[in-house]
C-alpha cells in the first residue's frame, strides 16, 4: 500500500519545532490582586496626604492665560478654577479696562523663563517672563495648595 504509507509521512508531525510568532507589543505582566501602595492620581478624592506636586508648569501657563485675556485672546471663564475669587475678579477688572481699547493681536503669549520657589510643602511662590507681541511682561504669582489643586491667591503683573 505504497499510497497510505505517504499519507502517514505527511501526517507525522516533524521534528523541527513551528517559529514563534512575532509580537509587536511587550508580553501582558501579571496582575498582583490588590496593590497596596500605589500611588494615587492627584485629581482623584481621597490622595494622600504627601508632597503636591510640582506647580512650575502651572505657573506658566496661568501666567500665559493671563496675558491672552488682558489681550482679548483668551476668554476670563478658563482661568475660573486656578484663580481665587479675589485675584479673579482684579483680573476682570483689567480686562474689562484693556479691551475697552479695542481688539488686539491674536497671536499668542509666549513664556521666556520662569522659576518656582516652594516656601512649604503647600505654597508657592512663582516668578514668569512673558514675551507679549512687541514687549515683555513679569509676572509674580503666589500658588498655594487647596483642596488637592493649586491656586491663585496672589498674581502681580507687569
Do not use: F, K, Y
Not at 485675556?69 to 471663564?77: F, K, N, T
Not at 499668542?108 to 507679549?132: G, S, Y
Amino acid at each position: 500500500m505504497p499510497g497510505r504509507a505517504r499519507d502517514l509521512a505527511i501526517a507525522a508531525p516533524t521534528s523541527a519545532p513551528a517559529p514563534e510568532p512575532l509580537a509587536a507589543t511587550a508580553p501582558p505582566r501579571a496582575r498582583s490582586e490588590s496593590v497596596p501602595n500605589a500611588p494615587v492620581p492627584a485629581h482623584m478624592p481621597g490622595r494622600s496626604a504627601g508632597r503636591p506636586s510640582d506647580p512650575t508648569a502651572l505657573a506658566c501657563s496661568i501666567a500665559q492665560a493671563v496675558v491672552e485675556a488682558l489681550r482679548g485672546v483668551r476668554p476670563l471663564a478658563q482661568l475660573t478654577r486656578w484663580l481665587a475669587p479675589e485675584v479673579h475678579s482684579a483680573v476682570a477688572t483689567r480686562c474689562s479696562v484693556t479691551l475697552a481699547s479695542g481688539p488686539g493681536s491674536t497671536r499668542p503669549a509666549r513664556v521666556r523663563r520662569a522659576r518656582v520657589h516652594r516656601v512649604d510643602d503647600h505654597a508657592a511662590e512663582a516668578t514668569v517672563v512673558i514675551e507679549d507681541l512687541d514687549r515683555v511682561r513679569a509676572a509674580a504669582l503666589r500658588l498655594e495648595h487647596i483642596r488637592g489643586a493649586w491656586r491663585v491667591t496672589a498674581l502681580v503683573l507687569g
